[in-house]
């Protein structure tokens, strides 16, 4: 029992009695309970409280007798303002002919990430008389709230810090370590992955992850290394359930591996305990980044094959090299994939920029075609006029030419809009076969690849689609005015010209 327990008990008695079976201590508080036989002591006129933290409360309580029925009488706690004096003046004129009860206790607060231990082998024996479930439950309500917690040891030695908690000796300032790089969402992932109810909201199987110094040789250690190891497991198999005292699992991978394993506590768990730090590991390896489905498949492959008993689920040393050697190899393989898929993207684009670039010179032929053909028909009547000179009117254009150029120019218009409108057909069917060939790489390449391959049918930023429109404005321009000045030059000689002459 903590010394400073004691020492309250001494207060009353030379030689107090603990009633060990009720004795507890758990995260809220420490119960003591002394029988007081031999009153040879005198209580001191003031209470000394060396050994008891200011963040919490004593009380003491006397009962009349010692037996199950025994009542509690009277209650000193250090947080109100009753006189000690009163309560020693109670104790004093109790009658003492038969044993009296103490129950000595402290309620522990929480402040600032830090709550006390005082009785180390009770705390101990609480945590050990969880079972996997509770165990996981009570942390996961104590993380929930802090994202460290230190349990200060009001006496002894101890040494045992990891990322999330710690416990360490009274007056130490724990130095966490860093907590491990993880997906944001490993939790919803871990359920998503696997079919269990084990996965609590603010606990991860590395919160339980704790080292001590050389020479520590603390009972927690091992049932904190059972926790980390039966808490990977429920992140990295296929099914767990527990029934009955035992933990019933299943893991598909190369081989399909079923089995049962005691966790009637977290201590007594039939489970090897050296493998701990190889589960943890690909824990953290498996919900680093990356695809976790692809990742997920390739540890439980390699687990299935490594697992020496499964029993204790024992697990074969250089199985996460194994894991981490065959991921390699499967990148490698992707690479290779995604490089003839980008080629494959590029190729096929550039067989686009191609077909359109075609369309866009076919209708262009056809407008330098019509276009010099109008204006040979066009320049060699006129010169043939001009050098004609026995020709005896001066007419420059007769008018049957003047309107057969004239319906020139409207055929002219209308063998454009027809060429717009099959140029324009091309041009869809094109955007047909763009956007379909993007959907299909949709899910093979991310986002930003997408984009960078890709070019959206509304961007105006030198994309095929600001090509079309640009070129589709020109050539509109270029034809219309082109005859647009046919039209009004043949009118001119037709009206102002001849007509002078």
């Known amino acids: 029992m903590n010394s400073f327990v004691y020492e309250i008990a001494r207060i009353f008695s030379s030689s107090p009695q603990e009633i060990v079976t009720e004795s507890n201590e758990d995260l809220d508080e420490l119960t003591a309970y002394y029988s007081i036989n031999q ?20 009380t003491i309580g006397l009962f009349d007798g010692v037996d199950e029925t025994a009542s509690e009488q009277i209650i000193f706690r250090t947080d109100r303002h009753e006189e000690w004096e009163n309560f020693i003046q109670y104790f004093n004129n ?31 024996k609480y945590l050990k008389s969880y079972n996997l479930k509770g165990f996981l439950s009570l942390f996961n309500d104590i993380c929930k709230n802090h994202n460290t917690i230190c349990f200060e040891y009001q006496e002894g030695s101890i040494s045992l810090i990891g990322s999330s908690l710690a416990f360490v000796s009274k007056g130490h300032v724990p130095v966490f370590r860093p907590k491990p790089i993880l997906n944001i969402d490993v939790v919803t992932q871990g359920k998503s992955l696997c079919c269990n109810d084990l996965i609590f909201e603010n606990l991860l199987p590395t919160d339980f992850e704790l080292s001590g110094t050389d020479h520590n040789d603390n009972e927690l250690l091992p049932l904190f290394k059972n926790a980390a190891l039966l808490y990977s497991l429920c992140f990295l ?75 204790t689920l024992s697990l074969r040393e250089g199985a996460f090299d194994a894991i981490s050697s065959n991921y390699r190899i499967y990148e490698k393989e992707n690479v290779k994939q995604y490089i003839e898929i980008r080629n494959n993207v590029s190729n096929q684009l550039r067989d686009y920029q191609k077909y359109i670039i075609t369309i866009y010179d076919d209708f262009e032929s056809a407008f330098k075609k019509l276009f010099f053909s109008f204006l040979t028909f066009a320049f060699t009547t006129a010169i043939i006029r001009v050098l004609a000179k026995n020709i005896e009117d001066n007419v420059l254009v007769p008018d049957t030419i003047i309107i057969l150029l004239l319906g020139f120019c409207f055929v002219s218009f209308i063998y454009y809009f027809y060429a717009r409108w099959e140029r324009n057909k091309k041009v869809k069917l094109f955007d047909k076969q763009y956007n379909d060939t993007r959907k299909f790489y949709e899910e093979l390449l991310s986002e930003k690849e997408m984009s960078e391959l890709f070019t959206d049918e509304r961007n105006n930023d030198g994309t095929y689609r600001a090509f079309i429109e640009e070129r589709t404005c020109y050539y509109d321009y270029l034809w219309m005015g082109a005859n647009l000045i046919f039209f009004i030059v043949l009118l001119y000689i037709k009206y102002f010209i001849n007509g002078v002459s």
């Open 39 to 58: 009153f040879d002591r005198q209580p001191p006129h003031s209470l000394n409280l060396d050994g008891l933290s200011e963040r919490d409360i004593l």
């Open 94 to 124: 109790m009658d003492k002919d038969d044993p009296i009860k103490i129950k000595i206790s402290i309620t522990k607060n929480l402040q600032k990430g830090t709550q006390s231990v005082y009785c180390p082998d009770l705390f101990t």
């Open 237 to 311: 198999f296929d099914f767990i359930s527990i029934r009955d005292d035992e933990l019933e699992y299943k893991l598909n991978g190369y081989k399909t591996i079923t089995g049962h394993i005691s966790v009637d506590s977290v201590e007594n768990s039939k489970v090897d305990t050296d493998s701990w730090a190889k589960y943890l590991e690909i824990f953290k390896w498996q919900y680093n980044s990356g695809n976790l489905t692809d990742k997920s498949a390739i540890a439980r492959n390699i687990i299935s094959l490594n697992i020496v008993n499964e029993t």
